[in-house]
């Protein structure tokens, strides 16, 4: 049966200090032979290691405002969505979606979005676009296998996390939303993907095989948020 996905693409997938071409291109075809299936896709892009580059660079020679480093990063995102747009071609709609409160009637096949506005990430226009359109849950591919209860780079203990309600899950990440900061789905997101009764699955987007398997309804790797 077709059906309408969401997915926030990160940024360090897209860039994670150049263009990843073998990744684009890879992903290209997953999400072309979803679309002869007759599914649709909303798709966002984060900034990528570009968004943080001109963060750490702004904060060097200036004295930015909170404001100024999340536009910064929202313009990142949108260069991102511009080339995503652009390589779908015309199973795409025209225009990247910058405001993610005002719907769309897309006839095509695939929806891209970028960056909203200040105090806001990637995953928050996400949530948006999913509960607008009326999608049940956001697939939010990262660089990661699963969520942990800490960095596991940094700590011994931390333990791997394969489903987390969201009120268990916001006990890990705060409440906090800060522009660059590197949590595995936004603060300020993950409130309101819970008072919208969204399920968020995070899953390693380097894995393609994995996400078709999230697409086809299979078994996958990943951790279940909701």
């Known amino acids: 049966m077709p059906k309408l996905f969401v997915i926030s693409v990160g940024g360090s997938l897209i860039n994670p200090g150049q263009v990843d071409v073998n990744f684009l291109k890879n992903f290209q075809r997953l999400i072309i032979s979803q679309t002869q ?12 290691k570009p ?7 702004l904060k060097i020679i200036s ?15 949108r260069l991102n969505a511009q080339l995503v747009r652009l390589m779908f071609g015309k199973l795409s709609h025209p225009i990247v979606i910058k405001d993610p409160n005002k719907k769309v009637a897309f006839k095509q096949k695939i929806l ?6 200040p105090g806001r990430s990637t995953d928050d ?6 509960k607008i359109y009326g999608a049940d849950t956001v697939v939010n591919l990262s660089n990661i296998n699963y969520v942990y209860t800490k960095d596991p780079r940094k700590f011994k203990d931390a333990k791997l996390i394969k489903q987390i309600s969201w009120k268990d899950f ?18 300020t997101a993950a409130k309101l993907a819970e008072l ?9 987007g380097k894995n393609l095989k994995n996400l ?11 951790t279940i948020i909701g």
């Not at 004295?63 to 313009?75: E, R």
């Not at 226009?125 to 999913?130: K, S």
């Open 196 to 204: 919208s009764r969204l399920k968020v699955i995070i899953a390693n």
């Open 37 to 48: 299936k007759g599914h649709r896709f909303i798709l966002i892009t984060g900034g990528g």
């Open 170 to 187: 916001r006990k890990i990440v705060g409440s906090r939303w800060d522009p660059g900061k590197n949590l595995p789905f936004d603060p």
């Open 212 to 222: 078709k398997n999230i697409l086809e309804d299979k078994k996958f790797q990943g």
């Open 125 to 130: 226009d996400a949530v948006r676009l999913a």
């Open 63 to 77: 004295n930015p405002k909170a404001d100024d480093l999340d536009w910064m990063g929202i313009y990142a995102t």
């Open 51 to 57: 968004a943080r580059d001109y963060l750490d660079t």
């Open 112 to 117: 891209v979005a970028g960056g909203w506005m």
